[in-house]
């Protein structure tokens, strides 16, 4: 009679299954933390876009506002010739439109404006300036593209004659707004506008 020998039966302490849950625990955990990180640079992507865009009206209004200032406002021969109207006023609570042909020279900076500077302007309640909507710029559909909540506005001050006294220094200020109103973009540059004295008679 043949006798079979039962071999031992192996011990099962779970030692697979116990590598397989942290497998699936550091998978799951790298994920997460992709999908996380693909979230973080849309945001980050979509912050620097609407940063572009504001900076990109702010830079098109300051532009405005300076060939403004070198071709219809009549600066700095108004401030120059005693005989001309001056074109600078005193800027405390005026909103002026430079889309309907007006414009405005400040003798007070916007510094000397209370609790205003060139960075809190945009976000100050204080209505001063010239409103500017560049070309292809939306603010009244906010349906249709190119759509921005508010109209960027510029202001110009007169910072006082040049050394040699042919002309005089300006400064622009100007903001503008991305998609929406927490998007603020402010620039700033400083003009010279000189006067030419040509002697048509060659003398």
Same mark, same amino acid.
Request: hydrophobic share 40%; proline share 7%; glycine share 8%.
């Given at each position: 009679?043949? !006798?079979?020998?039962?071999? +031992?039966?192996?011990?099962?302490?779970?030692?697979?299954?116990?590598?397989?849950?942290?497998?699936?625990?550091?998978?799951?955990?790298?994920?997460?933390?992709?999908?996380?990180?693909?979230?973080?640079?849309?945001?980050?992507?979509?912050? *620097?876009?609407?940063?572009?865009?504001? #900076?990109?009206?702010?830079?098109?209004?300051? !532009?405005?506002?300076?060939?403004?200032?070198?071709?219809?406002?009549?600066?700095?021969?108004?401030?120059?010739?005693?005989?001309? +109207?001056?074109?600078? *006023?005193?800027? %405390?609570?005026?909103? #002026?439109?430079?889309?309907?042909?007006?414009?405005?020279?400040?003798?007070?900076?916007?510094?000397?404006?209370?609790?205003?500077?060139?960075?809190?302007?945009?976000?100050?309640?204080?209505?001063?300036?010239?409103?500017?909507?560049? +070309?292809?710029?939306?603010?009244?559909?906010?349906?249709?593209?190119?759509?921005?909540?508010?109209?960027?506005?510029?202001?110009?001050?007169?910072?006082?004659?040049?050394?040699?006294?042919?002309?005089?220094?300006? !400064?622009?200020?100007?903001?503008?707004?991305?998609?929406?109103?927490?998007?603020?973009?402010?620039?700033?540059?400083?003009?010279?506008? %000189?006067?030419?004295?040509?002697?048509?008679?060659?003398?």
């Amino acid at each position: 009679m043949q !006798q079979h020998r039962q071999r +031992p039966r192996a011990s099962q302490t779970g030692v697979v299954l116990i590598s397989s849950l942290l497998l699936l625990l550091v998978v799951t955990i790298m994920a997460l933390s992709t999908f996380r990180s693909f979230g973080m640079q849309e945001r980050i992507a979509g912050n *620097v876009r609407e940063k572009q865009r504001a #900076l990109q009206v702010a830079d098109s209004t300051q !532009q405005y506002a300076e060939w403004w200032l070198a071709n219809l406002s009549n600066a700095p021969w108004a401030v120059n010739n005693q005989n001309a +109207p001056s074109v600078d *006023v005193v800027c %405390t609570n005026v909103l #002026l439109d430079a889309n309907l042909g007006a414009g405005q020279i400040c003798n007070n900076p916007l510094a000397q404006l209370t609790g205003v500077n060139a960075a809190s302007w945009p976000t100050a309640g204080t209505n001063v300036g010239v409103m500017y909507t560049p +070309p292809g710029v939306n603010v009244t559909a906010p349906a249709q593209p190119n759509y921005y909540p508010n109209r960027p506005r510029f202001y110009i001050a007169d910072l006082g004659p040049l050394p040699n006294g042919f002309g005089e220094v300006y !400064q622009v200020d100007a903001y503008g707004y991305g998609l929406t109103s927490n998007a603020i973009a402010v620039v700033e540059s400083t003009v010279a506008i %000189t006067v030419q004295v040509k002697n048509p008679g060659g003398l």
